[in-house]
């Protein structure tokens, strides 16, 4: 029997981050798969730092980037990109990622040519089609074309439920960035930018932020860089660092409002590989990403997440993170709760962390497996603080 043809496809860094493990967990078992990748690179720099940290050639590289590009443009270009991608390759299944445009594409491209489709971190859902914009939409459509749903969490099981998802076609795996992260961070790293080098991380309370979404362009992100501002002038002992992003509309505002500042660095987007152990060395994060609600908790950090709604609210309601929105007053509340409130924070770091074990590609791998035909026994579902899968 040959085996199976897969084809994972990505385009942005956190996709990248995220599928990485997967990747390499399939390629561990060549008599039941075999494992391409295509890239779409909506995300070009960014995506290829995590290419390399995880040593991952791509197959096929759409190179779909361009200044300014608008989502019609990442859309078409990936959609007619990936219909040649798939008349050559031919594969049994594509495997896709979370919110992503180049998600949507693929999982749609897939669709036309009448392949199977696997979504990993399946299922998460705000119910507010605008908020996070796209991502919402790029989810709900994604599921809508796909045969085998990799969800993450039993709240993203029963939301794929409730859309009228069959049981049989999800499985509960947990988070596969869990995976990613405890590949990633080290006791003994050694950052080689000489400014975080320069940090005493056990003198400094260092708040890691990181805002871009769309949602928060404008003065949502003035909003967020003015408590910054406060925050750091009430606390001496604080300092903040910002991967700024590189979309200007970001750039402008963070330099403007934060440049030159005593205690607020401003650092290029990090390779995951120095962000992720960064983030294992601060005191707390401010994020208005989804994933970093995963990735914090799972290094006992507590979450001040800067948007009003979320598609995680596992986190939430095991109380590693909490939703702040973008309101300065509110931003600057939940900082000085945390800084000033020892009990408070030990018990939002100290929470079970609901997103993973470290175990979730070789469920993926179980799962695919089953499904497939190629075992007959279903895997575990993944719970929280579960000992066996």
């Given at each position: 029997m040959q085996p199976f043809k897969v084809l994972v496809v990505f385009g942005t860094r956190p996709e990248a981050i995220k599928l990485a493990p997967l990747i390499k967990e399939l390629s561990r078992h060549p008599q039941e798969f075999s494992c391409q990748v295509a890239?779409?690179?909506?995300?070009?720099?960014?995506?290829?730092?995590?290419?390399?940290?995880f040593q991952i050639t791509p197959d096929y590289d759409l190179d779909i980037m361009s200044k300014g590009q608008t989502l019609e443009q990442v859309t078409s270009r990936a959609l007619n990109g990936l219909a040649r991608v798939l008349q050559t390759a031919r594969p049994d299944i594509v495997l896709v990622h979370g919110d992503t445009t180049t998600t949507f594409a693929a999982a749609l491209a897939a669709f036309y040519r009448q392949i199977k489709v696997g979504h990993v971190e399946a299922g998460l859902r705000t119910?507010?089609?605008?908020a996070p914009f796209p991502e919402e939409m790029n989810r709900r459509l994604a599921a809508a074309l796909t045969d085998i749903h990799f969800a993450p969490t039993a709240t993203a099981r029963d939301n794929l439920l409730a859309e009228g998802i069959?049981?049989?076609?999800?499985y509960v795996t947990g988070n596969t960035v869990i995976d990613a992260l405890q590949a990633t961070v080290r006791p003994d790293y050694r950052f080689s930018d000489p400014r975080l080098q320069a940090i005493d991380f056990k003198r400094r309370?260092?708040?890691?932020v990181t805002a871009h979404r769309r949602e928060n362009w404008g003065q949502p992100l003035r909003e967020i860089f003015t408590a910054l501002v406060e925050i750091i002038q009430r606390y001496q002992d604080v300092e903040v660092i910002f991967p700024v992003h590189y979309n200007p509309r970001v750039r402008q505002v963070a330099t403007e409002l934060l440049g030159g500042?005593?205690?607020?660095?401003?650092?290029?987007?990090l390779d995951y590989e120095p962000f992720a152990n960064l983030m294992a060395r601060s005191y707390l994060v401010m994020t208005d990403s989804g994933g970093l609600q995963e990735e914090a908790p799972a290094l006992g950090k507590p979450v001040l997440v800067l948007r009003d709604v979320t598609e995680r609210p596992e986190a939430v309601a095991a109380g590693t993170v909490r939703l702040v929105g973008t309101d300065r007053l509110n931003i600057i509340q939940a900082s000085c709760e945390l800084l000033e409130k020892q009990q408070l924070y030990l018990q939002m770091a100290r929470a079970v962390n609901p997103y993973g074990d470290g175990r979730a590609c070789s469920r993926i791998g179980a799962a695919l497996k089953h499904y497939l035909g190629l075992r007959q026994t279903r895997p575990q579902d993944f719970q929280p603080c579960e000992k066996d899968s």
């Open positions: 890239v779409t690179a909506q995300h070009r720099e960014m995506l290829d730092q995590v290419l390399r940290l119910g507010n089609r605008y069959p049981a049989r076609d999800i309370r260092v708040i890691l500042r005593e205690r607020i660095t401003l650092v290029d987007p």
